[in-house]
């Protein structure tokens, strides 16, 4: 770990300008820069990653789409069940995120791996219906999230499951079951995190409790790095498509 790479990857999260006609150039412009030094920095921040893929068992000789999957670190956690996996997609829009999982797939000898550089909105297994999918902390990156989300719901199978993991808010009127948060907290973080087009909504949480039937939902709280105090809210979401 280097505090200068450290120091790298905040300057570009809270100082560098984010360039691009598209999402796809918006996404490598502001990725490209880190790429080397995502994992590092992340892996203190963007908690609760381990938990939900050590948790989600993918079927064996099953098909699995991790959807933003940036540089495929997610998988690290799976274990034995990924060789048990029949095909793992991982699909982004930023190349260079992607070439570093293609080292990874490379060194672990993930034969059954394989990255798609692609609209995850749009995008299409060739098998045909999926398994599983999952989203860590790359649904907040998708500006269509809604349609990102439907989409998964027509990728997956009847039966088929969703993990999510990401940051939040809350509704101000919360009908989840879940924790409601301050004003301010449902100010500032959004507010924050929209400097690096990263779009915290008070809708996602209670658009996937009515999408999918609920397996596990937990609320929690991370630490910022180099920020003492605060803590940013997250959750972990695993659902199922009804049948």
Known sequence: MSFRADVKTIYHLALGPIRGETHAERMEH??????????????????????LY????????????????????????????????????????????????????????WNNVETVEADATVWQPPEGRLD??????SLTMIPDWFAILDHAVNLLKPGGRIGVVDFFVSR??????????SAITRSFWPAWFATNNVMISADHVPYLH?????????????????VPLIRVPYYRFVGRKPV
């Open 172 to 181: 101000k009127h919360v009908e989840t079951g879940g924790a409601r948060h």
């Open 210 to 226: 009515r999408r999918f039937e609920v397996e596990h939902y937990s609320e929690h709280r991370a630490k910022v790095p180099y």
């Open 54 to 109: 050590s948790s989600l068992n993918p079927p064996e000789n099953g098909l699995w789409a991790d959807l933003g999957a940036g540089t495929g670190a997610n998988l690290e956690a799976v274990g034995d069940g990924l060789a048990a996996a029949c095909k793992v997609y991982l699909v982004d829009v930023a190349p260079s995120l992607l070439q570093v999982a293609r080292e990874r797939i490379a060194a672990r000898q």
């Open 132 to 137: 599983l999918v999952t989203f860590s902390y």
């Open 30 to 51: 502001f990725y490209g820069r880190q790429a080397r030094h995502y994992d590092n920095f992340r892996q203190r921040f963007l908690l609760g990653r381990r938990e």
